[in-house]
T-cell receptor
Framework: GNSVTQMEGPVTLSEEAFLTINCTYT??????LFWYVQYPGEGLQLLLK?????DKGSNKGFEATYRKETTSFHLEKGSVQVSDSAVYFC???????????FGKGTTLSVSS | GAVVSQHPSWVICKSGTSVKIECRSL??????MFWYRQFPKQSLMLMAT?????????EQGVEKDKFLINHASLTLSTLTVTSAHPEDSSFYIC??????????FGNGTRLTVT
């Protein structure tokens, strides 16, 4: 079946450090891939997405590239800020209009 | 932008009672709503898919008689946890979409059953 595996947290970084959160997926066909962020006390927000192989999603300095050959969608940011502290979820949508399937989430904590 | 409002944000109830959670799309018509459950430090698990005007489709292992879902209009879906027990304590999140948009999420409801 379809599934998402992302690296276990928590990830603890100093401000301006480089961030990578690994995400791999298992799916039949050609899913769309997403990263969602959940700030403390808030709901899920779409961070970025990619709908086909080699697409790069980007937003707020975060990037992720849809790699079909490695079935991966790793999240990266060149210089994290304290305000990036949150839980990050990788997710896939197997077909348009179907529900998202989420990874377990990775907690990021950035200190100044 | 699109907003999904979920209410209440937290609720405490006694074992054996029922609790209703509302999910409203505020500025768009949600043809489909999804209900998720999130355990601490775990992923969001899909409970059911709800299409306006039709019966919800439940995921395997989710008791449809315990988690009643109603999607009576294009802007409102409700999840009722019937005869709640402590093991039902969890974080419930709804999401909604129009026909051609990505999912929008509510802020979730923290249910504690004592």
């Amino acid at each position: 079946g379809n599934s998402v595996t992302q690296m276990e947290g928590p990830v603890t970084l100093s401000e301006e450090a480089f961030l990578t959160i690994n995400c791999t997926y298992t799916a039949t066909g050609y899913p769309s891939l997403f990263w969602y962020v959940q700030y403390p006390g808030e709901g899920l927000q779409l961070l970025l997405k990619a709908t086909k192989a080699d697409d790069k999603g980007s937003n707020k300095g975060f990037e992720a590239t849809y790699r079909k050959e490695t079935t991966s969608f790793h999240l990266e940011k060149g210089s994290v800020q304290v305000s990036d502290s949150a839980v990050y979820f990788c997710a896939l949508m197997a077909q348009a209009g179907t529900a998202l399937i989420f990874g377990k989430g990775t907690t990021l904590s950035v200190s100044s | 932008g699109a907003v999904v409002s979920q209410h209440p944000s937290w609720v405490i109830c006694k074992s054996g009672t029922s609790v209703k959670i509302e999910c409203r799309s505020l500025d768009f018509q949600a043809t489909t709503m999804f209900w998720y459950r999130q355990f601490p430090k775990q992923s969001l698990m899909l409970m059911a898919t709800s299409n306006e005007g039709s019966k919800a489709t439940y995921e395997q292992g989710v008791e449809k008689d315990k988690f009643l879902i109603n999607h009576a209009s294009l802007t409102l879906s409700t999840l009722t946890v019937t005869s709640a027990h402590p093991e039902d304590s969890s974080f419930y999140i709804c999401s909604a979409r129009t026909q051609d948009s990505p999912l929008h999420f509510g802020n979730g409801t923290r249910l504690t059953v004592t």
